[in-house]
């Protein structure tokens, strides 16, 4: 079975840092782009950062940018967000996301939700 499991959510200052993480297991996980996307209560869900498998090329959400960094550990499968400067408008439940352009696959984990008190 493929897993993505989050981690590192909960409760944190506006200012402040948090940092996620998303263990994968089931797939191989240097195949895969991996990245993070959130849904705050009544919005759609967004794309936040991604990260490719070869030359780790990475994306930002305009809002996110200079804020948040994405990382990968190919040898622990686990891909990492450092979230910097929290503001109240970040708090929505995070989702990894691993897919895979050839052939086509793409697999979500269930979320981790981050509150940001301002």
């Known amino acids: 079975d493929v897993r993505l499991v989050e981690s590192g959510g909960g409760l944190a200052q506006a200012g402040g840092p948090l940092t996620l993480s998303c263990v994968v297991s089931g797939i191989t996980f240097h195949d895969y782009a991996v990245g993070w996307f959130r849904q705050a209560p009544g919005k759609e869900r967004e794309g936040v950062s991604c990260i490719s498998t070869s030359d780790g090329s990475t994306y930002y959400a305009d809002s996110v940018k200079g804020r948040f960094s994405i990382s990968r550990d190919d040898y622990k499968n686990t891909v990492y967000l450092r979230m910097d400067r929290l503001v109240p408008e970040d708090s929505a439940v995070y989702y990894c996301?691993?897919?895979?352009?050839?052939?086509?696959?793409?697999?979500w984990g269930k979320g981790t939700l981050v509150t940001v008190s301002s």
């Open positions: 996301d691993a897919r895979r352009y050839t052939p086509p696959r793409e697999f």
